[in-house]
């Protein structure tokens, strides 16, 4: 962890690789912390979105992909087989009986477009893109990319009601629609 509380991944060294876990529904954080207590390396990429729940709203710390997270391992050096059986953790993805790797550069890349340990889900985005809407009272509404300027000031059409309406945000607040 730096000074200001941010958790920076670890690098890998030598003939490490990263993997994925498949953790247990909403486990995604207890899983780390008792991967980490075995001495592994873990990381677990989060994004910050709004959740409605009791007619309220608030932004919250949610992983970047539900129910997965990313682990060093050396397979020659590792006791890997202890993961799956880790509290938390469902499976080590496998093939074979063996850890598959993660491809290289997959992590890397998703560490390299992090901002204050939060995923910028924002990087690649183009004017005409279908994008979801992460933050506020537009959140998980899908809508087109009208405009975007070098502030990070985004427009998004969005389709309500039969009509559609422009709304305003900064563009961390999108991800690319799937």
Request: hydrophobic residues 40%.
């Amino acid at each position: 962890m730096s000074k200001a509380g941010v958790r920076i991944p670890p690098a890998t060294r030598g003939n490490e690789r990263w993997f994925l876990v498949h953790t247990r529904a909403k486990s995604e954080h207890k899983a780390e912390h008792h991967l980490q207590a075995q001495g592994f390396k873990t990381y677990l990429p989060r994004i910050r979105k709004t959740v409605r729940h009791a007619r309220r709203m608030t932004t919250v710390e949610a992983p970047a992909f539900p129910r997965y997270l990313f682990i060093i391992l050396d397979l020659g050096r590792d006791r890997w087989s202890s993961v799956s059986s880790t509290v938390g953790v469902s499976s080590l993805i496998c093939c074979n009986d063996r850890p598959v790797p993660v491809p290289t550069g997959i992590v890397e890349t998703i560490i390299r477009q992090s901002n204050d340990d939060l995923v910028r889900l924002d990087a690649n985005l183009m004017v005409g893109e279908k994008v979801r809407v992460l933050l506020g009272p537009f959140a998980d509404l899908v809508g087109s990319l009208e405009r975007l300027d070098d502030a990070g000031r985004v427009r998004v059409l969005l389709e309500l009601m039969g009509t559609v309406v422009p709304i305003a945000t900064h563009r961390s607040a999108l991800a690319p629609a799937a």
